[in-house]
């Protein structure tokens, strides 16, 4: 009974195997328009980016925030096109994912890991508990002050703290994306593979 179990389960894996491309295509559609966007926020904004890059006091405090600022939206821009279509995965996904651990390591790593700050979180750190306070103060001012209910209308207000949850995930799943390639039937990569080896 085992082994017939054991046949039907591999027999299975062998007729999805020909739709394995899917979650290599899921990824890079889900990653290309959140690259794009960060690398577009940064031209559309650049003489505040790169203050922001260069600057030791309240930014970054990088060299060369200029080149640095073109390198990063470049990067991810034009990464980020690239991956719609499966063109160059493997090689894209190194310099996004080097763009992905210096936003962690510069933005993101004071702020712990969560992305929206919840002070009941175990991965909850000092920053995160101490804009708690923060939060319930301006729903205070908001609640006495504004048309709470309607700022509430959609969602609750949150404190977005910014930590490297964001910038960890992208890169597991850009290294995902080194490890498989575009995928097979859904990238231009493996057509262009395909066309290379027909010898």
């Known amino acids: 009974m085992l082994r017939t179990m054991t046949q039907h389960y591999n027999a299975?894996?062998?007729r999805i195997l020909h739709l394995d491309g899917l979650a290599p295509l899921l990824l890079r559609l889900y990653l290309a328009p959140v690259m794009m966007q960060a690398g577009w926020t940064k031209f559309q904004s650049f003489d505040s980016t790169v203050a922001w890059f260069g600057n030791a006091d309240w930014g970054l405090g990088?060299?060369?925030?200029?080149?640095?600022?073109?390198?990063?939206?470049?990067t991810e821009l034009v990464g980020g096109a690239l991956l719609?279509?499966?063109i160059a995965v493997r090689l894209v996904s190194i310099p996004l994912m080097a763009t992905m651990v210096v936003a962690a390591l510069t933005?993101?790593?004071?702020?712990?890991?969560?992305?929206?700050?919840?002070?009941s979180s175990w991965l909850a750190n000092e920053r995160v508990l101490e804009s708690a306070e923060r939060l319930e103060r301006a729903k205070g001012i908001l609640q006495e002050h504004g048309n709470y209910s309607w700022l509430t209308g959609r969602g609750s207000l949150v404190v977005l703290s910014n930590g490297i949850e964001f910038a960890a995930t992208y890169f597991v799943m850009?290294?995902?994306?080194?490890?498989?390639?575009?995928?097979?039937?859904t990238s231009?990569?493996?057509?262009?593979?395909?066309?290379?080896?027909r010898n």
Not at 62 to 74: H, K, Q, S, T
Not at 188 to 197: A, E
């Open 84 to 86: 719609i279509p499966g």
């Open 62 to 74: 990088l060299p060369f925030p200029e080149l640095m600022v073109v390198l990063a939206a470049g």
């Open 12 to 14: 299975v894996l062998q």
């Open 107 to 119: 933005v993101h790593l004071e702020y712990g890991w969560l992305a929206i700050a919840d002070s």
């Open 174 to 185: 850009l290294l995902t994306l080194l490890f498989t390639g575009g995928g097979r039937y």
């Open 188 to 197: 231009v990569d493996y057509y262009v593979s395909r066309f290379l080896n």
